[in-house]
């Protein structure tokens, strides 16, 4: 059973702008639904939402919001990394790319890396689709090393 919203929604949108799947849909000012086909069970929306009870998880307790720079982010194990790009290519935010000789001077190998960490909305999409299982999520993630 994904993600709903109960009727104490107050129409604001901010699950809408997150969702990874478009799964979110509503007028502004007005209660939200999940397009329960399209839901992946992420829970970023229960982690915007500014009303603590509008979104229930699939168990029906309700969510509470989490500050963006608590949400767990990609970890990517370059030993494993095969560097397909599946990840990068299903990120609906472009979160993830692949390393650039160009971009990183001292890395000789080509892997995945977390690009933009504030874009992340955890997930799980790049976890998932990773065929070597070398994308992990993690919190306080250093993006600095690619």
């Not at 692949?98 to 892997?111: I, W």
């Not at 976890?127 to 993630?141: G, K, M, N, S």
């Given at each position: 059973m994904p993600y709903s919203i109960t009727d104490i929604c107050i129409g604001c949108g901010a699950c809408v702008r997150v969702c990874p799947t478009g799964a979110i849909s509503g007028s502004r000012k007005?209660?939200?639904?999940?397009d329960q086909s399209r839901c992946i069970d992420c829970g970023a929306c229960g982690r915007v939402c500014p009303v603590e009870g509008a979104v229930l998880d699939p168990r029906l307790r309700?969510?509470?919001?989490?500050?963006r720079s608590l949400w767990p982010k990609p970890v990517v194990i370059r030993s494993l990394c095969s560097a397909c790009s599946m990840c990068e290519d299903i990120c609906p935010f472009?979160?993830?790319?692949?390393?650039?000789?160009?971009?990183?001077?001292?890395?000789?190998?080509?892997?995945a890396y977390l690009k933009d960490s504030k874009a992340c909305v955890s997930c799980n999409l790049c976890?998932?689709?990773?065929?070597?299982?070398?994308?992990?999520?993690?919190?306080?993630?250093?993006i600095s090393q690619p």
């Open positions: 007005a209660q939200h639904s999940i309700p969510t509470k919001i989490l500050k472009g979160c993830l790319a692949l390393t650039k000789p160009e971009d990183f001077p001292n890395s000789f190998s080509v892997h976890t998932d689709i990773c065929p070597e299982e070398a994308i992990y999520l993690a919190r306080e993630v250093d």
